[in-house]
């Protein structure tokens, strides 16, 4: 729908999309402030006025929508971005340790460093290089939120079922299979009923 011909209820109109209220956009539109509450509510019953109210919402929303889009887009890309960095500065030191140390156990994983201690400082020991660990770390919180941006992230907690038994019971429930738990338990209900009824 285009423009509305009476300036005034464009106006009105475009008021309204923007949150003011009816009798604020009535005055503001340039009616007399007179009447102005039952004048404004009387407009928002006009056809042509419903008309184009709805339709600067949906213009609107459909921007909001874009916009949100596009900048969960760009969030993803600058991810995406400080993501193949991550990687390829980790990739890059595990090959050129691995390499160096491709004579010490496990030290072909790149993940070890080499120190030395002594008063020498001439004996070499080795360790995880916790920078490592903090690069790959990093890493991962990279793809979870990477995965929650696009909806692929699912928390998923299960409940924890407590049980109130006996040492004996659980130890039972270890030994036996389910079939002969169901015997124990029938004999248990007949010797039960028999004490009863005796």
């Not at 729908?1 to 949150?19: D, N, R, T, W, Y």
């Not at 010490?104 to 020991?125: F, I």
């Not at 124990?184 to 209900?189: I, N, P, S, T, V």
């Amino acid at each position: 729908m285009p423009v509305l011909e009476c300036s005034k209820h464009e106006q009105f109109a475009q008021l309204i999309v923007k949150g003011v209220s009816a009798t604020k956009a009535y005055v503001s539109a340039g009616y007399s402030p007179k009447g102005a509450r039952q004048s404004a509510s009387r407009m928002l019953t006009f056809a042509d006025v419903c008309s184009r109210v709805r339709e600067l919402q949906e213009a609107i929303s459909s921007q909001v929508i874009a916009l949100e889009i596009s900048s969960r887009n760009a969030r993803l890309r600058a991810l995406q971005k400080r993501w193949d960095r991550l990687r390829a500065a980790l990739d890059l030191i595990l090959d050129q340790r691995g390499a160096d140390m491709a004579d010490v156990p496990g030290g072909a994983s790149g993940l070890l460093v080499r120190d030395y201690k002594g008063k020498a400082a001439n004996q070499a020991v080795y360790r995880i290089d916790l920078g490592i660990v903090a690069l790959a770390s990093a890493l991962l919180a990279h793809e979870k939120q990477a995965a929650e941006e696009l909806g692929q992230w699912k928390t998923h907690h299960p409940e924890h079922k407590v049980f109130d038994v006996t040492p004996e019971a659980y130890d039972l429930a270890l030994l036996c299979t389910p079939e002969q738990l169901l015997e124990m338990e029938k004999r248990a209900l007949e010797l039960a009923k028999q004490s009863q009824g005796g």
